[in-house]
């Protein structure tokens, strides 16, 4: 059964920086394509970035380019998003969903508040 965990949120003061972590276990399989999404509370799930394993090619969402990077996919199907230049609107809880055999595994997040 494949099992996604993210980890690396926490309480950041705006301008800093956090790394989140994706780790998918319980498959044989390499994840194919991961991507992160963000939920705040009273509003809908946000696409924030996302990578092609096969490609490289990568996707941002608007309010984080520059600012966000996400990782390339690692042999142990682990990925990152680096996030610099916190902003209080970046408060959320940061989920990742990681694609093995053209199906998509959801974690529960980890939660990122933003605030001095």
């Known amino acids: 059964q494949v099992q996604v965990v993210e980890s690396g949120g926490g309480l950041v003061q705006p301008g800093e920086s956090l790394r989140l972590s994706c780790a998918a276990s319980?498959?044989?399989?390499?994840?194919?394509?991961m991507a992160w999404y963000r939920q705040a509370p009273g509003n809908r799930r946000e696409f924030v970035a996302a990578?092609?394993?096969?490609?490289?090619?990568?996707s941002y969402a608007d309010s984080v380019k520059g600012r966000f990077t996400i990782s390339s996919i690692a042999a142990n199907n682990t990925g990152y998003l680096t996030m610099n230049n916190l902003k209080p609107e970046d408060t959320a809880v940061y989920l990742c969903?990681?694609?093995?055999?053209?199906?998509?595994?959801w974690g529960q997040g980890t939660q990122v508040t933003v605030s001095s």
């Open positions: 319980g498959s044989t399989l390499r994840v194919s394509n």
């Open positions: 969903a990681a694609e093995l055999d053209y199906c998509n595994y």
């Open positions: 990578i092609v394993g096969s490609t490289g090619a990568l």
